[in-house]
């Protein structure tokens, strides 16, 4: 019985639950991917309704602003953080939009990140919250959601793309991981000896 990676999602995120501290521990890879899914998935209230479609009408303006430059990002970032800490996300808004708003605002590419740093965005703020909205990249925010730094740590999205390859959701646009195995049993059954 194959798993879809929705399956694989819930049990990791079963699992965290359980014993945070011990799943940290063994699976530190995987800790982001299982706090980004659990944000997208929960239902606490954070914002209200009112709050929150306000949140989405402005984030979705600040997206449509072209020339994106850093400032429309950091309020685009201030938006999804808020979002995202209220456990809820707009579906519209994709990883890779989130990681090119990261870039502007770090002043380069997340794959040039090469090891794990802090940018500052407001460094005469105090952070009172840390908001994972990418694998390996946290938002360090004040109370009223102001972004002060961007955490970004290439081992973490490193090890969460390596594991979304693995399920096969990461590269493979077919939501039945198992059809590609189908496949490779069809092209190899003709060479199978007995």
Known sequence: MALSSDDILS??????QRDKGRFEKYFPDLVDIVRVEQ??????FGLTEREREDRIKKLKQCLANQPL????????????GAL????????????????????VVIGKPLSDVRRKCSFD?????????EVAVLAGVRLAM????????ITVDPARRKGASSFLA?????NDPRSDVSTRHDDYLAEEAPHAHS
């Open 69 to 80: 430059t850093r400032e429309v990002a950091i309020e685009a970032l201030q938006h999804y």
């Open 84 to 103: 995202a800490e209220s456990r809820w996300r707009p579906d519209d808004v994709p990883p890779k939009t989130i990681s090119r708003l990261v870039s």
């Open 142 to 149: 004040t109370w009223d959601f102001e972004l002060v730094a």
């Open 166 to 170: 693995s399920v096969g959701s990461g």
């Open 11 to 16: 049990r990791l995120r079963e699992a965290y």
């Open 39 to 44: 944000a997208r998935t929960s239902n606490t």
């Open 121 to 129: 965005v407001a460094s005469q703020k105090r952070p009172s919250r």
